[in-house]
């Protein structure tokens, strides 16, 4: 059984993510279509050992697609998933545009898989924030055993979750800085290179961001909507990876040693916890892995039953790409593809 897939913004790094993770997981696949927008027709993307030419989103027929998977940004979201998915495509969307609409499902396989039978009211299903995706992931088997009152998370975020442009714009700050240029600042707010910067998204009237207030939502939405949840949100000088401080103040006593076993016979997650020089992982290590790492766990003893953590995890992976791709497989494993 194999299935007609598309892969909306198939230029971009997230789309590029997609393509690869389709066949590092050999998802079956009868035809891969790689769209985009006018001003990359014919450009090639890799898939395997194969060239795609892109071809052009608005003249794109979506009749014959079993899976659209949407990595365009909202406003292509806006227009064109909603079309695919009346063609019969099921739309699996990364952007935010449908997460917190509650006829959609927003789906972390390893957390709330169940969830993507809810996907026939409008044929969408929606991937989380990337910082929210393996924060859930790692929060999940602590909430099963002693349920979650209350997080604290401080993230420290690639500029990859930003983008290719904003990628560069590290890449070209830090060459300049070397040579004595001044930084230019351009899609972010203040020089990223050798610097970090406490905004992603934008302010809201409460003085949150709204980076910050989609991972409260959200987590809300796919973990459980009594856990209180208080973010801060940064954008670190690094180019993949997401990392995040994370503590929790849990119903029921849990004691470090037990909650480490715990993490490390859940899905999707690999603890490296040792209380020794290097005894963690790094951003720079997650590159190119699928699982979210669980390091420094630790008993906070500031408050009742609670728990510190580090987690870091590929943010094009986790965060965006190898999510969305488990939620195709998930809706394959429950049996919603047929041909």
């Avoid at 395997?48 to 009749?63: A, H, N, V, Y």
């Avoid at 070397?178 to 003085?207: C, L, R, W």
């Avoid at 699982?291 to 500031?302: K, Q």
Wanted: glycine letters at 6%.
């Amino acid at each position: 059984m194999t299935f007609n897939v598309a892969v909306v913004g198939a230029t971009g790094v997230v789309g590029q993510e997609i393509l690869t993770i389709l066949q590092e997981r050999l998802f079956p696949i009868e035809e891969i279509h790689a769209l985009a927008s006018r001003a990359s027709i014919g450009r090639e993307v890799s898939f395997g050992d194969r060239d795609l030419k892109c071809k052009d989103l608005e003249q794109f027929d979506f009749s014959s697609i079993d899976i659209a998977l949407f990595a365009a940004g909202s406003d292509v979201s806006r227009t064109w998933a909603p079309r695919a998915a009346e063609a019969g495509a099921i739309v699996i969307d990364n952007s935010s545009l449908f997460r917190m609409e509650m006829n959609v499902p927003l789906v972390v396989p390893e957390v709330n898989a169940a969830a993507v039978d809810g996907y026939k009211a409008r044929n969408i299903i929606a991937n989380p924030n990337c910082s929210t995706a393996q924060l859930v992931v790692a929060l999940k088997p602590l909430h099963d055993r002693a349920k979650i009152r209350r997080v604290i998370v401080s993230t420290y975020q690639s500029t990859s979750g930003a983008g290719r442009e904003a990628m560069d714009e590290l890449f070209t700050q830090t060459k300049g800085i070397y040579v004595n240029d001044t930084p230019s600042p351009e899609h972010f707010t203040k020089q990223i290179a050798f610097n970090v910067i406490p905004h992603i998204d934008v302010f809201m009237e409460d003085g949150a961001t709204k980076e910050e207030w989609k991972m409260t939502a959200e987590t809300k939405k796919i973990l459980d909507p009594r856990i209180k949840l208080f973010a801060t949100c940064v954008r670190v000088p690094t180019f993949v990876g997401h990392a995040e401080a994370v503590t929790v103040e849990l119903e029921e006593p849990l004691e470090a040693d037990e909650a480490r076993e715990l993490l490390r016979e859940s899905p999707g997650l690999m603890v490296v916890d040792k209380r020794e020089d290097g005894g963690y992982v790094t951003p720079v290590e997650c590159v190119g892995e699928f699982a979210t790492f669980v390091s420094r766990i630790r008993t906070d003893p500031t408050v009742d039953n609670g728990l510190a953590f580090w987690c870091v995890s590929d943010n094009l992976r986790k965060g965006a790409a190898l999510n969305a791709v488990q939620i195709a497989e998930t809706l394959l494993n429950r049996g919603h593809l047929t041909v």
